[in-house]
Protein backbone atom coordinates (compact mmCIF):
# COMPACT_ATOMS: atom_id res chain seq x y z
CA UNK A 1 0.00 0.00 0.00
CA UNK A 2 1.47 3.15 -0.86
CA UNK A 3 0.54 6.60 1.36
CA UNK A 4 0.74 9.66 0.45
CA UNK A 5 1.18 12.60 3.15
CA UNK A 6 3.10 10.19 5.96
CA UNK A 7 4.95 13.19 7.69
CA UNK A 8 1.85 14.94 7.98
CA UNK A 9 -1.37 14.53 10.12
CA UNK A 10 -4.01 12.39 8.51
CA UNK A 11 -1.41 10.28 6.48
CA UNK A 12 0.50 9.13 9.57
CA UNK A 13 -3.11 8.48 10.74
CA UNK A 14 -3.39 6.39 8.04
CA UNK A 15 -0.39 4.59 8.23
CA UNK A 16 -0.73 3.78 11.76
CA UNK A 17 -4.17 1.94 10.68
CA UNK A 18 -2.26 0.07 7.48
CA UNK A 19 0.29 -1.67 10.02
CA UNK A 20 -2.26 -2.41 12.76
CA UNK A 21 -5.29 -3.53 10.28
CA UNK A 22 -3.30 -5.34 7.58
CA UNK A 23 0.59 -7.35 6.82
CA UNK A 24 1.07 -5.18 4.03
CA UNK A 25 4.44 -4.02 3.24
CA UNK A 26 3.58 0.44 3.86
CA UNK A 27 4.92 2.88 1.31
CA UNK A 28 5.31 6.41 2.67
CA UNK A 29 6.80 8.77 -0.26
CA UNK A 30 8.02 11.75 1.27
CA UNK A 31 10.27 14.80 0.64
CA UNK A 32 13.30 16.98 2.41
CA UNK A 33 13.61 17.55 5.19
CA UNK A 34 11.90 14.54 6.74
CA UNK A 35 13.64 11.23 7.35
CA UNK A 36 12.51 7.90 8.09
CA UNK A 37 12.66 8.30 11.81
CA UNK A 38 10.62 11.73 11.70
CA UNK A 39 7.91 10.18 9.87
CA UNK A 40 7.81 6.84 11.96
CA UNK A 41 7.68 8.74 15.80
CA UNK A 42 4.00 9.70 15.30
CA UNK A 43 2.97 6.52 13.72
CA UNK A 44 4.59 4.69 16.73
CA UNK A 45 3.25 6.90 19.34
CA UNK A 46 -0.54 6.25 17.45
CA UNK A 47 0.09 2.71 18.18
CA UNK A 48 1.02 3.01 21.49
CA UNK A 49 -2.14 5.25 22.33
CA UNK A 50 -4.21 2.27 20.98
CA UNK A 51 -3.05 -0.15 23.31
CA UNK A 52 -1.04 -1.67 20.34
CA UNK A 53 2.85 -1.16 19.70
CA UNK A 54 4.82 -1.85 16.88
CA UNK A 55 7.04 -4.19 16.83
CA UNK A 56 10.06 -4.77 14.80
CA UNK A 57 8.47 -6.80 12.42
CA UNK A 58 5.35 -3.88 11.59
CA UNK A 59 8.39 -1.09 11.03
CA UNK A 60 10.29 -3.96 9.00
CA UNK A 61 7.30 -3.16 6.99
CA UNK A 62 7.61 0.45 6.46
CA UNK A 63 9.34 1.69 3.18
CA UNK A 64 10.28 5.19 3.47
CA UNK A 65 11.18 6.86 0.26
CA UNK A 66 12.38 9.96 -1.61
CA UNK A 67 9.20 11.84 -3.22
CA UNK A 68 10.47 13.20 -6.71
CA UNK A 69 8.49 16.24 -8.16
CA UNK A 70 5.16 15.88 -9.27
CA UNK A 71 6.09 15.52 -13.15
CA UNK A 72 9.10 12.35 -12.16
CA UNK A 73 6.64 10.78 -9.64
CA UNK A 74 5.84 7.88 -12.39
CA UNK A 75 9.47 6.93 -12.90
CA UNK A 76 8.72 4.89 -9.57
CA UNK A 77 6.96 2.68 -11.11
CA UNK A 78 9.34 -0.22 -10.80
CA UNK A 79 10.57 0.79 -7.73
CA UNK A 80 7.07 0.05 -6.99
CA UNK A 81 6.21 -2.69 -8.87
CA UNK A 82 8.78 -4.53 -6.92
CA UNK A 83 7.44 -3.42 -3.74
CA UNK A 84 4.10 -4.80 -5.07
CA UNK A 85 2.14 -2.01 -4.47
CA UNK A 86 -1.20 -2.71 -5.11
CA UNK A 87 -2.99 0.18 -3.84
CA UNK A 88 -2.68 4.23 -3.35
CA UNK A 89 -4.23 5.90 -0.18
CA UNK A 90 -3.76 9.53 -1.58
CA UNK A 91 -3.95 11.75 1.64
CA UNK A 92 -1.59 14.34 1.17
CA UNK A 93 -2.19 17.89 0.25
CA UNK A 94 -1.74 21.74 1.14
CA UNK A 95 -3.74 23.94 2.81
CA UNK A 96 -2.09 27.38 2.33
CA UNK A 97 -4.82 29.28 1.80
CA UNK A 98 -3.83 31.44 -0.27
CA UNK A 99 -0.54 30.66 -1.84
CA UNK A 100 -1.83 29.39 -5.49
CA UNK A 101 1.17 28.32 -6.33
CA UNK A 102 1.75 25.54 -3.25
CA UNK A 103 -2.02 24.42 -4.20
CA UNK A 104 -1.35 24.31 -7.59
CA UNK A 105 1.53 21.91 -6.70
CA UNK A 106 -0.13 20.19 -3.82
CA UNK A 107 -3.19 19.86 -4.05
CA UNK A 108 -3.32 19.28 -8.33
CA UNK A 109 0.11 18.32 -9.65
CA UNK A 110 0.58 15.98 -6.91
CA UNK A 111 -2.17 14.17 -7.78
CA UNK A 112 -1.94 14.32 -11.39
CA UNK A 113 1.59 12.58 -10.87
CA UNK A 114 0.26 9.62 -8.70
CA UNK A 115 -2.31 9.11 -11.21
CA UNK A 116 -0.12 8.66 -13.68
CA UNK A 117 2.25 6.34 -11.09
CA UNK A 118 -1.11 4.05 -10.74
CA UNK A 119 -2.14 3.72 -14.60
CA UNK A 120 1.79 2.65 -15.12
CA UNK A 121 1.56 0.08 -12.45
CA UNK A 122 -1.81 -1.13 -12.53
CA UNK A 123 -3.45 0.06 -9.38
CA UNK A 124 -6.53 -1.75 -7.89
CA UNK A 125 -7.49 1.26 -5.97
CA UNK A 126 -7.44 4.62 -5.44
CA UNK A 127 -7.91 6.53 -2.84
CA UNK A 128 -8.43 10.36 -2.28
CA UNK A 129 -8.13 12.34 0.47
CA UNK A 130 -10.30 15.54 -0.31
CA UNK A 131 -12.71 17.93 1.72
CA UNK A 132 -16.31 17.71 2.96
CA UNK A 133 -16.00 21.53 1.41
CA UNK A 134 -14.95 20.83 -1.64
CA UNK A 135 -19.06 22.15 -2.53
CA UNK A 136 -18.06 25.72 -1.76
CA UNK A 137 -20.44 27.43 -0.27
CA UNK A 138 -24.14 26.33 -0.44
CA UNK A 139 -27.37 26.42 1.50
CA UNK A 140 -28.32 23.23 -0.78
CA UNK A 141 -28.17 19.72 0.52
CA UNK A 142 -24.65 18.49 -0.84
CA UNK A 143 -24.74 15.02 -2.93
CA UNK A 144 -22.02 11.89 -2.48
CA UNK A 145 -21.11 12.83 -6.21
CA UNK A 146 -18.77 15.15 -8.15
CA UNK A 147 -19.46 18.21 -8.08
CA UNK A 148 -20.57 19.51 -11.39
CA UNK A 149 -22.90 22.71 -10.12
CA UNK A 150 -20.59 24.26 -6.84
CA UNK A 151 -21.01 27.55 -4.68
CA UNK A 152 -18.42 29.97 -4.13
CA UNK A 153 -15.39 28.56 -2.93
CA UNK A 154 -14.33 29.84 0.94
CA UNK A 155 -10.58 30.13 -0.39
CA UNK A 156 -8.78 27.84 -3.11
CA UNK A 157 -8.09 25.57 -0.89
CA UNK A 158 -11.79 23.55 -1.58
CA UNK A 159 -11.47 24.71 -5.30
CA UNK A 160 -8.48 22.48 -6.32
CA UNK A 161 -9.58 19.79 -4.18
CA UNK A 162 -12.55 19.78 -6.52
CA UNK A 163 -10.72 19.91 -9.24
CA UNK A 164 -8.31 17.36 -8.20
CA UNK A 165 -11.76 15.41 -7.28
CA UNK A 166 -12.18 15.29 -11.21
CA UNK A 167 -8.97 14.33 -11.93
CA UNK A 168 -9.43 11.50 -10.18
CA UNK A 169 -12.34 10.55 -11.60
CA UNK A 170 -11.10 11.13 -15.29
CA UNK A 171 -7.82 9.36 -14.71
CA UNK A 172 -9.44 5.96 -15.89
CA UNK A 173 -8.02 4.22 -12.35
CA UNK A 174 -10.58 2.58 -10.29
CA UNK A 175 -11.23 4.99 -7.36
CA UNK A 176 -12.77 6.46 -4.17
CA UNK A 177 -13.16 9.59 -3.02
CA UNK A 178 -13.15 10.17 0.88
CA UNK A 179 -14.23 13.90 1.57
CA UNK A 180 -14.22 14.56 6.14
CA UNK A 181 -15.18 17.55 7.30
CA UNK A 182 -13.26 19.46 10.42
CA UNK A 183 -10.43 16.77 11.87
CA UNK A 184 -10.23 16.94 15.78
CA UNK A 185 -8.49 15.10 18.53
CA UNK A 186 -9.27 11.78 19.57
CA UNK A 187 -12.55 11.39 21.12
CA UNK A 188 -11.35 8.93 24.11
CA UNK A 189 -8.35 10.99 25.20
CA UNK A 190 -8.51 14.19 22.84
CA UNK A 191 -5.07 13.76 21.72
CA UNK A 192 -3.68 15.14 18.35
CA UNK A 193 -0.73 16.03 16.76
CA UNK A 194 -2.14 18.07 13.97
CA UNK A 195 -1.34 21.94 12.83
CA UNK A 196 -3.08 24.15 14.49
CA UNK A 197 -6.21 24.30 11.78
CA UNK A 198 -10.19 24.77 12.35
CA UNK A 199 -10.85 24.44 16.64
CA UNK A 200 -7.48 24.04 17.18
CA UNK A 201 -6.43 27.65 15.09
CA UNK A 202 -9.49 29.53 17.54
CA UNK A 203 -7.83 27.83 20.71
CA UNK A 204 -4.40 28.59 19.97
CA UNK A 205 -5.22 32.06 19.43
CA UNK A 206 -7.36 31.89 23.22
CA UNK A 207 -3.75 31.36 24.55
CA UNK A 208 -2.14 33.81 23.00
CA UNK A 209 -4.47 36.61 23.90
CA UNK A 210 -5.47 34.78 27.63
CA UNK A 211 -1.82 35.50 28.80
CA UNK A 212 -2.94 39.22 28.50
CA UNK A 213 -6.20 38.71 30.06
CA UNK A 214 -9.30 39.82 28.33
CA UNK A 215 -11.07 42.92 27.95
CA UNK A 216 -13.94 43.76 29.61
CA UNK A 217 -16.59 43.05 26.72
CA UNK A 218 -15.55 40.35 24.01
CA UNK A 219 -17.28 40.68 20.80
CA UNK A 220 -17.32 36.91 18.56
CA UNK A 221 -18.54 35.43 15.88
CA UNK A 222 -20.60 32.24 17.05
CA UNK A 223 -23.91 31.47 15.24
CA UNK A 224 -26.75 29.03 16.18
CA UNK A 225 -25.90 25.74 13.29
CA UNK A 226 -24.16 22.63 13.95
CA UNK A 227 -20.05 23.05 13.60
CA UNK A 228 -19.06 19.32 11.56
CA UNK A 229 -15.95 18.47 13.09
CA UNK A 230 -15.28 14.31 13.19
CA UNK A 231 -12.79 13.07 15.68
CA UNK A 232 -9.42 11.27 14.70
CA UNK A 233 -10.25 7.68 15.61
CA UNK A 234 -13.34 7.96 13.53
CA UNK A 235 -11.18 9.64 10.35
CA UNK A 236 -9.63 6.45 10.43
CA UNK A 237 -12.17 4.20 10.78
CA UNK A 238 -14.50 5.85 8.24
CA UNK A 239 -11.84 6.02 5.76
CA UNK A 240 -10.15 2.83 6.06
CA UNK A 241 -13.45 1.18 5.63
CA UNK A 242 -14.68 3.61 2.73
CA UNK A 243 -10.83 1.79 1.41
CA UNK A 244 -11.74 -1.67 1.93
CA UNK A 245 -15.52 -1.77 1.05
CA UNK A 246 -16.71 1.03 -1.12
CA UNK A 247 -17.71 -0.06 -4.58
CA UNK A 248 -15.75 1.78 -7.47
CA UNK A 249 -16.35 5.56 -7.90
CA UNK A 250 -17.81 5.98 -5.00
CA UNK A 251 -17.62 9.33 -3.02
CA UNK A 252 -18.34 9.52 0.74
CA UNK A 253 -18.56 12.29 3.02
CA UNK A 254 -16.80 11.62 6.41
CA UNK A 255 -19.29 13.98 8.46
CA UNK A 256 -20.69 13.32 12.03
CA UNK A 257 -24.42 13.38 12.41
CA UNK A 258 -26.09 17.12 12.70
CA UNK A 259 -27.79 15.82 16.02
CA UNK A 260 -25.23 15.28 17.87
CA UNK A 261 -22.48 18.53 17.27
CA UNK A 262 -22.18 21.44 19.16
CA UNK A 263 -22.81 25.13 17.63
CA UNK A 264 -20.11 27.70 17.98
CA UNK A 265 -22.22 29.09 21.03
CA UNK A 266 -21.93 25.87 22.59
CA UNK A 267 -18.08 26.24 21.78
CA UNK A 268 -17.23 29.54 23.05
CA UNK A 269 -19.64 28.93 26.24
CA UNK A 270 -17.82 26.01 27.23
CA UNK A 271 -14.63 27.63 27.01
CA UNK A 272 -15.34 30.96 28.71
CA UNK A 273 -17.54 29.12 31.44
CA UNK A 274 -14.85 26.64 32.44
CA UNK A 275 -11.54 29.11 31.78
CA UNK A 276 -13.02 32.63 32.26
CA UNK A 277 -13.05 35.34 30.22
CA UNK A 278 -14.61 39.27 30.47
CA UNK A 279 -17.71 39.88 32.05
CA UNK A 280 -19.63 40.50 28.83
CA UNK A 281 -19.86 38.50 25.26
CA UNK A 282 -21.78 39.63 22.51
CA UNK A 283 -22.56 36.72 20.10
CA UNK A 284 -22.62 37.39 16.09
CA UNK A 285 -23.97 34.94 13.39
CA UNK A 286 -21.70 36.75 11.07
CA UNK A 287 -18.09 38.41 10.62
CA UNK A 288 -19.83 41.29 8.85
CA UNK A 289 -22.55 41.78 11.53
CA UNK A 290 -19.56 42.38 14.17
CA UNK A 291 -19.36 46.07 14.67
CA UNK A 292 -15.65 48.01 14.27
CA UNK A 293 -16.42 50.81 16.64
CA UNK A 294 -17.39 48.33 19.72
CA UNK A 295 -14.28 45.66 19.44
CA UNK A 296 -11.21 46.11 21.19
CA UNK A 297 -7.97 46.04 18.83
CA UNK A 298 -6.73 42.30 19.84
CA UNK A 299 -10.34 41.25 19.60
CA UNK A 300 -10.31 42.71 16.05
CA UNK A 301 -6.78 40.89 15.28
CA UNK A 302 -8.33 37.64 16.77
CA UNK A 303 -11.92 38.16 14.92
CA UNK A 304 -9.42 38.65 11.20
CA UNK A 305 -6.98 35.59 12.35
CA UNK A 306 -9.86 33.01 12.26
CA UNK A 307 -12.16 34.65 9.63
CA UNK A 308 -12.13 31.97 7.26
CA UNK A 309 -12.63 29.51 9.55
CA UNK A 310 -15.74 31.62 11.49
CA UNK A 311 -17.22 31.99 7.61
CA UNK A 312 -17.42 27.87 7.29
CA UNK A 313 -18.68 27.89 10.72
CA UNK A 314 -21.31 30.22 9.73
CA UNK A 315 -23.15 28.15 7.07
CA UNK A 316 -25.00 25.54 7.33
CA UNK A 317 -24.20 22.78 5.56
CA UNK A 318 -25.90 20.03 4.44
CA UNK A 319 -24.23 16.68 3.68
CA UNK A 320 -25.27 13.68 2.34
CA UNK A 321 -24.40 10.78 4.59
CA UNK A 322 -26.06 7.51 2.93
CA UNK A 323 -22.86 6.12 1.90
CA UNK A 324 -21.56 6.62 5.94
CA UNK A 325 -24.93 5.48 7.53
CA UNK A 326 -24.74 2.09 5.55
CA UNK A 327 -20.96 1.59 7.21
CA UNK A 328 -21.95 2.08 10.15
CA UNK A 329 -25.13 0.09 9.76
CA UNK A 330 -23.06 -2.65 9.45
CA UNK A 331 -20.46 -2.28 12.47
CA UNK A 332 -18.23 0.55 11.67
CA UNK A 333 -17.12 2.26 14.90
CA UNK A 334 -17.36 5.68 14.44
CA UNK A 335 -17.92 7.99 17.41
CA UNK A 336 -20.28 11.37 16.28
CA UNK A 337 -18.51 15.02 17.48
CA UNK A 338 -20.42 16.37 20.28
CA UNK A 339 -20.08 18.82 22.86
CA UNK A 340 -19.12 16.07 25.57
CA UNK A 341 -16.29 14.58 23.09
CA UNK A 342 -15.18 18.45 22.45
CA UNK A 343 -14.63 19.07 25.65
CA UNK A 344 -12.53 15.95 26.20
CA UNK A 345 -10.04 17.60 23.28
CA UNK A 346 -10.06 20.11 25.08
CA UNK A 347 -9.20 19.60 27.72
CA UNK A 348 -5.85 17.98 26.45
CA UNK A 349 -5.31 21.19 25.10
CA UNK A 350 -5.17 23.19 27.99
CA UNK A 351 -3.51 20.61 29.68
CA UNK A 352 -0.94 20.57 27.28
CA UNK A 353 -0.58 24.30 27.30
CA UNK A 354 1.26 25.60 30.72
CA UNK A 355 0.49 28.93 29.19
CA UNK A 356 -3.34 28.45 29.72
CA UNK A 357 -2.97 26.29 32.98
CA UNK A 358 -1.36 29.73 34.82
CA UNK A 359 -4.34 31.43 33.02
CA UNK A 360 -6.80 29.38 34.61
CA UNK A 361 -5.05 29.07 37.97
CA UNK A 362 -5.23 33.00 38.17
CA UNK A 363 -8.50 33.57 37.19
CA UNK A 364 -9.81 30.93 39.82
CA UNK A 365 -7.43 33.08 42.48
CA UNK A 366 -8.97 36.01 41.43
CA UNK A 367 -12.26 34.86 41.67
CA UNK A 368 -13.82 36.59 38.46
CA UNK A 369 -17.01 37.02 37.47
CA UNK A 370 -18.96 34.70 35.17
CA UNK A 371 -19.28 35.96 31.97
CA UNK A 372 -22.72 37.39 30.80
CA UNK A 373 -23.47 35.67 26.90
CA UNK A 374 -25.45 38.10 24.83
CA UNK A 375 -27.30 37.02 21.67
CA UNK A 376 -27.25 39.69 19.35
CA UNK A 377 -31.23 39.14 17.29
CA UNK A 378 -32.00 36.67 20.44
CA UNK A 379 -32.44 37.28 24.31
CA UNK A 380 -29.93 37.89 26.79
CA UNK A 381 -28.64 34.53 27.75
CA UNK A 382 -28.27 33.45 31.85
CA UNK A 383 -24.92 32.57 32.48
CA UNK A 384 -24.58 28.33 32.20
CA UNK A 385 -24.46 26.74 35.95
CA UNK A 386 -21.69 24.41 35.05
CA UNK A 387 -19.51 28.00 35.40
CA UNK A 388 -17.19 27.85 38.22
CA UNK A 389 -16.00 30.93 40.38
CA UNK A 390 -12.91 28.94 42.05
Known sequence: ILITGGSGFLGALTAAKALASTDATVVLPVRD????????????????????????????????????????????????KKLGVRDVLHCAGCLSYFNLGKLQEGNLDLTAGLLALSREIGVRRFVFLSTAYSAGFTDQPIPEALHEVHGDDPTDYTRTKRDAEWLVARSGVPFV?????IVIGD?????????????????????RYLGAGYPPVLHVVAGDQPVNFIHQDAFKNGFWAAYEKLEDGAVMHLVSRDDALPTMRDLWELWLSTHGGPSE??????????PDEDVAPQVRMWLDFT???????????????????????????FTDASLDTVRVAQSRFVADSPKLQAFIARYREQGSTVPSFIVHEGALLAAPASAVKA
Open 33 to 80: PHTRESVLKPIVAELAAEGRPATDADLARVVVIPLPPPERIAELAPEM
Open 177 to 181: IVRPS
Open 187 to 207: SRDGRYFGKPYGIYQLWTAGE
Open 307 to 333: AINNEIASVRWKFARGRLDALRADGLA
Open 281 to 290: VHFFKRLDDV
